[in-house]
């Protein structure tokens, strides 16, 4: 494990340069001036970029990294003559594209998880949370590496944590408010009692937030585990502590830190500006791309200025952003379906790997680069095998199983792979990457997950040489991303 180190501060500061999109730029070793954009933070790093992707454990990516905790084997649960016994299979090399989902909700934590067995993997259905014949061998598989060489490639170079764990065992709707604020309690919050209730797993209609028709209500668990379909419109105003149902985004606007969230279109109707071909077909209530857009569940910025100009969309107004040097102390950068990384999307594609270089080398191509800290993470496992068992924090969801985290930065520990590869084993979860940005910019805690998580800064070293960047190759640069129509976003079902 890491050493913490104390902040150094650079001196020097440059003019900014403008970043050339995929192609070569010259490299800077400068900080940016401060402007309106900027805030100021305690160490050398003023730009935290979080890039969340979709539905992969931590074995489906990386089983066979070197020196990490991956597995090629897992066990599964299996019944004969009224009897269970459990049986090892070998995890198949399967392309990155696949024709089928896995289930992924909280029903389906608890089959795959197995009271701590992890041998339930076989048993939910390869399909969206619901009916359907049970997954089998499907789960037990890790993608070819050639079909995510950027990810490998940025793991070689850079640090990859194999010890990242969901906040909740659950899919994308919570994953996406926990990366916003590290929990989804919503009644009796800071003192656990029987009347305690936690949002624990996906609401029963979509779009899941603000913009939902009624009516939806949202899954729920009490401190002794007990769940119930009794939640509130999924809407933060109808939350029963919805002056504590905070945000970074809260602590941040009163801190004067600038933050956006770059999420993809979805609706023409709820994000002006977007092109008609984003809207979604047929009635309002089948548009659920609003799921990967966490704000839109924050009633006083659904319903504020915020929605549009600190909510951005499309995602790739990212790259513009760093252009005109107008790139935020903190963003979070949300995919569109292409992108995700999420299986069976109905292109049969995923440029999920590339739209990652693309974000990280335009970073890293800019005179951003000796300021940042890039974190590149995954909601959920998605269904995927993983042999990890999440350990037990709480009794409202959490942890949930382990998904793939990368750091990207030039204070990023060097480790002793061929190319400065570190893997880091601390275990973190996604109150982790929250409590790392209020350190860093010295902003009071959100009282969630961010106090007991272990920030991510033992992957950091400021006191070292900034680390050069190398560009990370990849199939298509940030031009192909930007030029590309933005189609109807169906977001994640389960």
Known sequence: MA?????????????????????????????????????????????????????????????????????????????????????????????????????????SFLLDYDGGKMDGFNIPAAT??????????????????????????????????DAMFQTQGSGSFTAHQDLIRGGTCIQACVHLSN??????????FWPWGCDAPGPVVTHTVNVHGVEKENGPYPCSNKFPN????????????SA?????????????????????????????????GSLLDAFDVIWPVRNSSEWGTKVSWPETNIFNDISNSALPAVSWVIPDDADSDHPNQPCGCDDGPSWVASVVN?????????????????????????NAVPPKQDKE?????????????????????SQGGYISHTQYEFGS???????????????????????????????????????????????????RPHVVQHGDPD
């Open 362 to 386: 335009a970073v890293g191509q800019s005179s951003y680069w000796n300021s940042s800290v890039i974190v590149v993470v995954w909601d959920d496992w998605g269904g995927f095998y993983d």
């Open 128 to 161: 969206s949370c619901g009916p359907g014949p049970e997954a089998g061998t499907k789960p037990y598989q890790y993608v070819t590496k050639s079909d995510i060489a950027p990810y490998w490639d940025i793991a070689q170079q850079w640090v990859l944590a």
């Open 3 to 107: 050493t913490r180190n104390k902040p150094v501060i650079l001196a020097a500061m440059l003019a900014l340069a403008a970043c050339g999109g995929g192609g070569a730029s010259s490299l800077t070793s400068s900080i940016p001036p401060p402007d309106q954009h900027h805030g100021s933070g305690s160490t050398p790093i003023q730009h935290v970029i979080m890039i969340v992707q979709e539905n992969r454990s931590f074995d489906d990516l990386f089983a066979t990294f070197p020196g990490a905790n991956g597995a090629t084997r897992g066990q599964e649960k299996l019944k004969k003559a009224g009897k269970y016994y459990r049986k090892w299979v070998t995890l198949k090399a399967t392309p990155l594209v696949i024709g089928y989902d896995l289930a992924h909700c909280r029903p």
């Open 256 to 288: 004067g830190i600038s933050w956006k969230y770059y999420t993809p279109c979805f609706s023409v109707t709820l994000q002006p500006g977007c092109s008609p071909s984003s809207d979604c077909s047929g009635s309002k209530p089948n548009c659920n």
């Open 195 to 204: 009347s305690t209730e936690t949002i624990v797993d996906n609401p029963t």
């Open 433 to 483: 990457l929250l409590k790392y940005i209020e350190e860093n910019w010295n902003l009071p805690t959100l009282g969630t997950t961010d106090q007991r998580a272990t920030s991510i800064d033992d992957t950091l070293n400021y006191t070292q040489t900034p680390r050069q960047f190398k560009m990370i190759p990849s199939q298509h640069s940030p031009k192909f991303f930007m030029s």
């Open 242 to 253: 919805y002056s504590g149902y905070q945000t970074l985004g809260t602590r941040l606007d």
């Open 397 to 417: 969801g959490g942890l949930g199983f382990r998904v793939p985290m990368l750091v990207i930065s030039p204070y990023a520990i060097a480790g002793s792979s």
